[in-house]
């Protein structure tokens, strides 16, 4: 039976479709700047929010209409869940999905018939990946709903919660790789504090580098080769998450020697949570070579938590496709870890949220592909520091001038040179031609 009787396989039709059932912009064998757009995008849906989002807030229960699913927390409702999964992937013509272990499969009253439970789904998951050519970008553990992790997991003042937190991340981690995932990604759920009264934050942290030190060499005895990826967010649900952003990730990574095996998933409303533009966090993981997949969703600037929103702002997209072509994205991909919003609850909502944001992407990504190759920004980035090209820019940079020397310099000349503009309205004007082609 299908779940989506009246959707058939999306297709480009064009920027002048007014089909709100095609793509206007996403033509994944085009090529841009070099490689397809599907090359470029590997556009992956979540499973946790389409499959199991239901729609409830602290205010009221679930609204979703969702036919395929009887709501019942049996293997075999799971397994059907699973097919009619597979049928909207295929039809909007996405190449990727992504998982928590506990979105997939329902959990046991023990740990043994929890693990039993999600290898009878994972199952499906591959057979039904073999049917479609859909593939695996991540898969991840969850553990934070489950109340045993209301301390954290591997942060948690409780031993055994870190020994069932370890069992399940090795779990899941042999699942990942059973199914081909290509990264495997920590999002850091509970890890945490929400009061520095009764936090121990050295010993939280030790804990932490030690629980991913373990997944790393249990990757390595297994053969899963995919790529580490930590998760930066600041706040929610606690209201200091020790990834708190970029910066704050890869300083604990470097502090505990765990920089050779992690990148970093950055996503947008994270970003914003932090107080910082995605391109920010982007750059910021791209310039020390971290930048490794993007959840890309976006916030309402005016609410202030984790609202995961399909992007269909161009500016957003256009920048953050900026970043991505300059230091690349596989085996990451554009992960949308949205979730239509509760009014919208009509299974046919899932496709316009995803269509559309995938249009925005690709529209994102011809802006950005053309302001790259035609140098718009970079030259005058080039040319905003072109002091420095000059003989005393080349021997500060290359460390062989001192203090004293800098200061003969300055007491002989009197003053440094006139400044020059850093024309910031110029260049948004340029910008928005690129948006206007
Ligand atoms: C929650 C996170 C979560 C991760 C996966 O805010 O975005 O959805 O992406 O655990
Ligand atoms: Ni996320
Ligand atoms: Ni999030």
Not at 175 to 184: A, D, I, P, Q, R
Not at 189 to 198: D, I, K, P, S
Not at 269 to 274: D, E, F, P, Q, V
Not at 299 to 325: C, E, P
């Amino acid at each position: 039976m299908s779940a989506f009787p009246e959707v058939s396989k999306i297709k480009y039709e064009g920027p002048d479709s007014d089909n709100p059932l095609a793509f206007r912009w996403y033509n994944p064998d085009e090529v841009v700047a070099g490689k397809t757009m599907k090359e470029h995008l590997r556009f992956t849906v979540t499973y946790w929010h389409t499959f199991r989002g239901t729609g409830s807030d602290p205010f009221g229960g679930g609204t979703m209409q969702r036919p395929w699913d009887d709501g019942s927390e049996s293997v075999e409702n799971a397994c059907n869940r699973a097919r009619a999964a597979f049928e909207f992937f295929e039809k909007l013509d996405a190449p990727f999905y992504a998982f928590h272990d506990r979105d997939v499969a329902p959990e046991g009253s023990t740990l043994k018939e929890t693990n039993a439970n999600l290898d009878a789904v994972a199952k499906v998951l591959g057979e039904e990946q073999q049917r479609t050519g859909v593939k695996l970008l991540w898969g991840t553990a969850n553990m934070f709903s489950n109340p045993r992790f209301m301390h954290g997991a591997a942060t948690t003042c409780n031993v055994e919660v870190f020994a069932y937190a370890a069992a399940q991340v090795k779990k899941a981690l042999e699942v990942t790789k059973e199914l081909g995932g290509e990264n495997y990604v920590f999002w850091g759920g509970r890890e945490g504090y929400q009061c520095l009264y009764n936090t121990d934050m050295k010993r939280e942290l030790d804990h932490l580098a030690r629980f991913f030190h373990m997944a790393v060499d249990y990757a390595k005895e297994i053969g899963f080769t995919g790529q580490f990826l930590i998760e930066p967010k600041p706040k929610e649900p606690t209201k200091h998450q020790y990834d708190s952003d970029a910066a704050a990730c890869l300083n604990f990574l470097r502090a505990y020697d765990l920089t050779d095996h992690f990148k970093l998933n950055i996503e947008t409303n994270h970003a914003t949570l932090a107080g910082h533009e995605m391109m920010h966090e982007l750059e910021y993981a791209g310039m020390q070579d971290a930048l490794g997949s993007i959840d890309a969703n976006t916030g309402d600037l005016l609410l202030g938590w984790d609202t995961d929103q399909f992007a269909t702002n161009y500016y957003l997209t256009t920048q953050t496709m900026l970043v991505l072509l300059k230091y690349g994205l596989a085996p990451g991909g554009v992960n949308f870890d949205a979730k239509v919003r509760r009014e919208s609850f009509e299974p046919i909502d899932l496709f316009y949220a995803h269509i559309g944001s995938m249009d925005a992407f690709a529209r994102g990504l011809k802006a950005a592909a053309n302001i790259i190759e035609e140098g718009a920004l970079s030259k005058r980035v080039d040319q905003r520091y072109s002091s420095w090209d000059g003989e005393l820019g080349k021997k500060i940079e290359s460390g062989k001038t001192s203090f004293s020397e800098l200061e003969t310099l300055m007491l002989e000349k009197g003053d440094a040179s006139p400044n020059t503009s850093g024309r910031q309205e110029l260049l948004e004007n340029i910008f928005n031609r690129y948006l206007d082609k």
